[in-house]
């Protein structure tokens, strides 16, 4: 069975401090792995897509195939980054569906 | 507007009433999902449609739900005589076929009284 674990509940950080928020997964196969992040009352949003490679308002993530992990990073953090974050998986190469981690709240503060 | 669009956006029903939600995607997106996010939780899988054609129904929780697409655009939630556990947000989200990833609406809040 497919599944997302995202370990902590909360982070707090200051300003221009490093921010990593963990993620976990287990699936049998190759996965495509995704963060989506939930500003306040806005809709879910894509965030970054780990064949992207992109980086996003300055986070970053590496998928780690060793460890099934896909942590998002980002090297300072800043206040507008406060958020409701989610780690998610589909089955690669179709558009299938997600399944999510149970999300981070990220507050940063000033 | 070029985003995915849900109504109604909140929902008030008494125990055992039937209601429905809808859900119009980006035009043009054959692809097409409902969620369920229970208070607290990461959003879950309930049903996808591939046009009008509904692929996999795996995370509908009971028969009281069902979800149709008839014309391949518009999609509507229904959930026969609700009950209190199935309060929740209910999202919609749509991608297209090449796309990874998919693009959510603002959600409908259920909540069953």
């Known amino acids: 069975a497919q599944r997302v674990t995202q370990p902590e509940k909360l982070l707090s950080v200051f300003k221009g401090a490093p921010v990593e928020l963990k993620c976990n997964y287990s699936y049998s196969g190759s996965p495509e792995l995704f963060w989506y992040v939930q500003y306040s009352r806005q809709r879910l949003q894509l965030l970054l897509r780990?064949?992207s490679r992109e980086s996003i308002k300055g986070f970053t993530a590496d998928l780690n195939k060793g460890e099934t992990s896909f942590h998002l990073k980002k090297p300072f953090a800043q206040e507008e980054d406060s958020a409701m974050y989610y780690c998610a998986l589909s089955k690669a190469g179709a558009n299938s569906k997600l399944t999510f981690g149970k999300g981070i709240t990220l507050s940063v503060r000033p | 507007g070029a985003g995915v669009s849900q109504s109604p956006r909140y929902k008030v029903a008494k125990r055992g009433q039937d209601v429905a939600l809808r859900c119009d995607p980006i035009s043009g997106h054959v692809s097409l999902f409902w969620y369920q996010q229970a208070l607290g939780q990461g959003p879950e899988f309930l049903t996808y449609?591939?046009?009008?054609?509904?692929?996999?129904k795996s995370g509908l929780p009971s028969d009281r739900f069902f979800a149709e697409r008839p014309e391949g655009s518009v999609s509507t939630l229904k959930i026969q005589r609700t009950q209190q556990e199935d309060s929740a947000v209910y999202l919609c989200?749509?991608?297209?076929?090449?796309?990874?990833?998919?693009?959510f609406g603002q959600g409908t809040r259920l909540t069953v009284v």
């Open positions: 780990h064949i």
């Open positions: 449609f591939q046009n009008e054609a509904q692929l996999d």
């Open positions: 989200a749509s991608s297209s076929l090449r796309q990874g990833g998919a693009f």
